[in-house]
């Protein structure tokens, strides 16, 4: 499981930093959201990754906080897929606001025409 996970970040990491070097705006976005997403799931890693653990307390079982999960790394993963949602849509607008004025969709502003 955890070498699937690794190599998942790894995929993903890999895939957003070659997007960001590419000369067109939207490949850039679209490398932003992956290496998001990359940063996301090494934050839910860390939360040490277990299967069949319960998320709460119970009342009757003593509080050993091996057996349960650790909610941290869950809350700042959603807080995160919020911020990254809210982050695309306003790098969208700007996207489609500066290719409405340049007519081109070049990081650089120049067209491979020009």
């Keep these: 499981m955890e070498i699937i996970l690794a190599l998942s970040i790894g995929a993903l990491a890999s895939s957003g930093v070659w997007l960001l070097l590419r000369s067109r705006t939207y490949q ?14 090494f934050i839910f890693a860390m939360g040490r990754v277990q299967t069949g653990a319960p998320p709460i307390l119970k009342s009757n079982v003593p509080g050993d906080l091996a057996r349960f999960t650790d909610p941290v790394p869950q809350a700042l993963v959603l807080t995160a897929i919020v911020i990254t949602f809210a982050m695309t849509a ?15 969709d070049h990081v650089d502003g120049r067209g491979s025409g020009s």
Excluded: H, Q, T, W
């Design 28 to 41: 850039v976005l679209i490398g932003l959201s992956l290496l998001s997403y990359a940063v996301n799931l």
């Design 90 to 104: 306003l790098l969208l607008v700007v996207l489609l606001a500066a290719r409405g004025l340049s007519r081109n």
